[in-house]
């Protein structure tokens, strides 16, 4: 997710495929608008029976079925295409639109795996319930859900994609993708928890992998150290035999 999509967003961002700064006026009041109408649509948008529809549609096997199917990200348009019963009633279109647009864009980003583009598909819909829960969601870059998304596509250049689902961090997000899809239903204090605890293990792991590069590094100075120890100890035993030597042909002299 990122933040300059929505943050930049009443500017006419083009990577919502709108017109930018450079376009005209006109453009940029239609995307101001648009933003508006999804913001003014999201109270009468959020019927019980909306929620209750994407709740079965976020934790139904089917849906799980077919992304894990899939070899990339599924974007809100297919979800509405191939079940639109769980869309037409109680979800403006307008905050439909403009959320598959940000979305959209995550998917673009070639800098994140494509694992990580999955796990953050598997977010969509729980994303689009707390849009809908929250009038200030377009508008708020501090929105749990947000952050949280923000997150995983900060954190993706680190996951390793040669060790695939056996990466440790690829292994964190996915825990924490997974518990969102299947637990949040209205707490967007969730979302924090969730963001939290992947912020720590993150954390704890460059912490791991620190320390694994320093071992080695710490072992080759241990290892230097006592060779220099033994050299200096060497000459000295050396430098004494010879002193001996010397006092021993002196006395004999004398």
Known sequence: ???????????????????????????????????????AGISSAASAAGLQQLSALQNSQALMQWLSQEQGPVSLARMREQMPEAFHQGVAPQTLEVLSQVFDEVFRNDEIPVAVKQLISLLQIPVLKAAMLDQQFFFNTQHPARRLIDALSRFSPGVDETKAAQDPL?????????????????EIALFDEALRDLEAEVASQEKAAEQALQAPIRSALRKEKIRQATVTANHEVRSEEHTSELQSHHDLVC
């Open 1 to 39: 997710w990122s933040s300059d999509v929505c943050s930049s967003d009443l500017q006419g961002n083009a990577a919502f495929g709108m017109p930018g700064q450079a376009g005209s006026a006109a453009g940029t009041a239609g995307v101001a608008g648009a933003m508006g109408a999804a913001g």
């Open 170 to 186: 690829l292994q964190s997000m996915q825990k924490h993708v997974e518990r969102v899809t299947r637990e949040f239903d209205q």
